[in-house]
């Protein structure tokens, strides 16, 4: 299940990469990373 999680990761991962080359990002970097924190946040709870 470990292994799976962290696939499921890497593919989460390069999936947010094509979609970063695709489409153009509306808001600057340091927003997205709160953005990342915000969501690991809500996952724990």
Same mark, same amino acid.
């Given at each position: 299940? #470990?292994?799976?999680?962290?696939?499921?990761?890497?593919?989460?991962?390069?999936?947010?990469?094509?979609?970063?080359?695709?489409?153009?990002?509306?808001?600057?970097?340091?927003?997205?990373? #709160?953005?990342?924190?915000?969501?690991?946040?809500?996952?724990?709870?």
């Amino acid at each position: 299940m #470990a292994t799976s999680k962290r696939r499921l990761k890497k593919r989460k991962k390069e999936y947010e990469e094509i979609m970063h080359e695709i489409v153009p990002p509306f808001e600057p970097l340091e927003p997205k990373k #709160a953005k990342k924190k915000k969501h690991s946040q809500d996952f724990l709870q």
